[in-house]
């Protein structure tokens, strides 16, 4: 879960917090790791000594695909011991790259297993993924977890909601559109970018056959709490109704059509650019912290533990909804209250509340 | 001038400060620009869809390379219109990589040129410089400013002064060995990684034929200074000795006979993997804050521009050369009372205090 909104609160909360609050987007990975796995095994391997090129696009700090990765390339190297592989982790430049390299180079806590692989060169791109990152027809094999949700510029305000999942009509149509706009761009720069036989993995943050997204999956709604709490806030005069009203996440949960129209439809310019779905599939990934609560049955420490999961991704786009006349403490004082009332909220009922990840997981080739 | 030791400092100060307090660096990269120029125009151009690889090693966050770098992109885009430029800024891990990315997309006040060049992709690296870097034969322009005096680890203390120019019989010679174990291990990982006929540049703090070097060009030893200054807090106290004998700046500066063995002597491993001086010449260029004091004559401005551009490379040594049972809050305080005695000294007395650049620049070539 990765984009400028996270990013910032990582650069904020300092090393390792975003990848310890993100153990549920680890086992989004983890879980998906044969999908890569059949992906990279299928992949043409240069004869001419030019690299293998592998990109982890929307990477924050590297933490929670560090183990996808390590087995995917150790798998490449079996398949190719003599070839070199370029490791190329790709997010907005004001993510902390330099955490980054600090736990691929091994320099952390976190156990890198890109050290013992032979012929491995590590880089990074702070290119956006709606441009180009890699020059044409250089590139193997792309991945990308819960990243793609982060559109490029938000359309309009919501005015009666956080998020696009709460909105309808005009509005929800123009984050929709967004959307449609960012994922084509994306996938037409990887479609350049991929070699022929080349592989894209995506697995999104989006909407299920059912209607489920993330922390939306039967019980109380995520999405539909923060908008509650938050509201309650302009109500009881803490915050102004501009700045509910300004306060919007810029993404687009997609559904499986729209996230495979640009890639079936014979008409769109990525399928003509040869971009082709290989394989899709919806997963409902379980909140660890509720299934922890599952067994200790203890509310307060549900609560506790639970609401940082929450924070690391969203804390940004709530602080950056307040007035840039409010001084940074003021703005602080403002979001922590929030962020207390979910957390009292969950320990006063518990029952329902859960972060489950609702992914799209969508494997592409380049013919 | 990077390594670990400026980066920390970088970090610690925040955006741009480092760029700011580094003229005299950027002044060293912009004079010697035409040789970058006469190397680019020399490099053969891959017919066969490869990218034109370009390096700068020791990127710090950019900022002095910049316009240099955006010089040559040009010219290898004017020679080469249709081949991809991939143009790699690498630096130890600890380096503020985010900032280097936010001044190369254009996201601060420093002006990118390299946003204008079409087909250009930037990328980051933090592994060492003393090892691989690239892929075998992939690297076509190799640059490298004021970095590669850092060496990779020190040999032993130096008892009597801070930096191994003030050293003489088993310690400067161990200084010495290991610097010229890693210039070896540097260029033989660049002559594996570059393509035939690619070329190295690099301008390095070193030792000129007259004996002259950083801060020591005729006036005040700037080396001696900090040493003298750093024993004067031993003498009174507030350092200890073992403090005093533990600072130690993890550098060496080479003769220019030093940093041609390598590319002279056929026995050596770097001239037996194929690299070739093509050009040696030493320069000195003036401390930018010496010579506007000529201008204004000012001491204690010209003590309190001085000051920092020391202060951004050689804080990190000194606070590195403190006990860890001290608080940070003391090392600071130590530090905060050496940078100013060394500021008062300026103020009382400025004749002679200069922070004149003496750099070897070297250009190699791939045979």
Redesign the interface.
């Given at each position: 879960m990765t984009g400028t909104s996270s990013i910032r609160d990582v650069?904020m909360k300092g090393a390792g917090y975003y990848s310890r609050s993100t153990a549920g987007a680890k086992d989004v990975i983890d879980n998906a790791t044969p999908m890569v796995l059949d992906a990279a095994a299928a992949l043409p391997i240069p004869g001419d000594?030019?690299?293998i090129t592998v990109a982890d696009m929307g990477c924050a700090d590297g933490g929670t695909s560090m183990e996808m990765i390590g087995k995917v390339l150790r798998a490449l190297r079996r398949r190719a011991p003599g070839t070199?592989i370029?490791m190329?982790y790709t997010d907005l430049?004001?993510?902390?790259?330099?955490q980054?390299?600090?736990n691929?180079?091994g320099?952390t806590d976190l156990e890198s297993p890109l050290l013992d692989i032979p012929?491995v060169?590590?880089?990074?791109?702070?290119?956006t993924f709606h441009k180009?990152?890699?020059?044409?027809?250089?590139l193997h094999l792309g991945f990308s977890a819960t990243a793609s949700h982060y559109i490029s510029e938000k359309p309009c305000p919501i005015p009666d909601h956080v998020h696009m999942v709460g909105a309808g009509g005009a509005v929800r149509a123009a984050y929709e559109a967004q959307g449609a706009r960012d994922l084509e761009a994306m996938m037409l720069q990887r479609a350049r970018e991929l070699v022929s036989g080349g592989r894209l993995a995506l697995f999104n943050f989006g909407i299920d056959e059912a209607g489920r997204y993330l922390g939306n999956t039967g019980g109380v709604s995520m999405f539909d709490t923060f908008n509650e709490l938050w509201r309650d806030l302009a109500g009881q005069g803490a915050i102004s109704r501009d700045e509910y009203r300004n306060t919007n996440f810029a993404q687009c949960y997609r559904t499986v059509d729209q996230f495979c129209a640009p890639l079936t439809d014979e008409e769109s310019p990525v399928y003509r650019a040869g971009l082709r779905l290989s394989h899709v599939e919806t997963r409902v990934v379980r909140c660890p912290y509720e299934r922890d609560f599952a067994g200790h049955g203890d509310a307060a420490r549900f609560a506790a533990e639970y609401i940082p999961t929450l924070r690391s991704w969203s804390e940004h786009t709530f602080m950056a909804g307040l007035s840039p006349d409010r001084t940074a403490a003021e703005r602080q004082a403002v979001v922590d209250r929030f962020y207390d009332s979910y957390e009292d909220r969950v320990r006063r009922k518990p029952e329902g509340h859960a972060m489950d990840y609702v992914h799209i997981y969508l494997v592409c080739e380049k013919v």
């Amino acid at each position: 879960m990765t984009g400028t909104s996270s990013i910032r609160d990582v650069a904020m909360k300092g090393a390792g917090y975003y990848s310890r609050s993100t153990a549920g987007a680890k086992d989004v990975i983890d879980n998906a790791t044969p999908m890569v796995l059949d992906a990279a095994a299928a992949l043409p391997i240069p004869g001419d000594g030019r690299p293998i090129t592998v990109a982890d696009m929307g990477c924050a700090d590297g933490g929670t695909s560090m183990e996808m990765i390590g087995k995917v390339l150790r798998a490449l190297r079996r398949r190719a011991p003599g070839t070199p592989i370029q490791m190329v982790y790709t997010d907005l430049p004001r993510n902390d790259f330099s955490q980054l390299f600090q736990n691929v180079h091994g320099l952390t806590d976190l156990e890198s297993p890109l050290l013992d692989i032979p012929e491995v060169y590590v880089f990074a791109s702070g290119t956006t993924f709606h441009k180009g990152i890699f020059p044409p027809g250089s590139l193997h094999l792309g991945f990308s977890a819960t990243a793609s949700h982060y559109i490029s510029e938000k359309p309009c305000p919501i005015p009666d909601h956080v998020h696009m999942v709460g909105a309808g009509g005009a509005v929800r149509a123009a984050y929709e559109a967004q959307g449609a706009r960012d994922l084509e761009a994306m996938m037409l720069q990887r479609a350049r970018e991929l070699v022929s036989g080349g592989r894209l993995a995506l697995f999104n943050f989006g909407i299920d056959e059912a209607g489920r997204y993330l922390g939306n999956t039967g019980g109380v709604s995520m999405f539909d709490t923060f908008n509650e709490l938050w509201r309650d806030l302009a109500g009881q005069g803490a915050i102004s109704r501009d700045e509910y009203r300004n306060t919007n996440f810029a993404q687009c949960y997609r559904t499986v059509d729209q996230f495979c129209a640009p890639l079936t439809d014979e008409e769109s310019p990525v399928y003509r650019a040869g971009l082709r779905l290989s394989h899709v599939e919806t997963r409902v990934v379980r909140c660890p912290y509720e299934r922890d609560f599952a067994g200790h049955g203890d509310a307060a420490r549900f609560a506790a533990e639970y609401i940082p999961t929450l924070r690391s991704w969203s804390e940004h786009t709530f602080m950056a909804g307040l007035s840039p006349d409010r001084t940074a403490a003021e703005r602080q004082a403002v979001v922590d209250r929030f962020y207390d009332s979910y957390e009292d909220r969950v320990r006063r009922k518990p029952e329902g509340h859960a972060m489950d990840y609702v992914h799209i997981y969508l494997v592409c080739e380049k013919v």
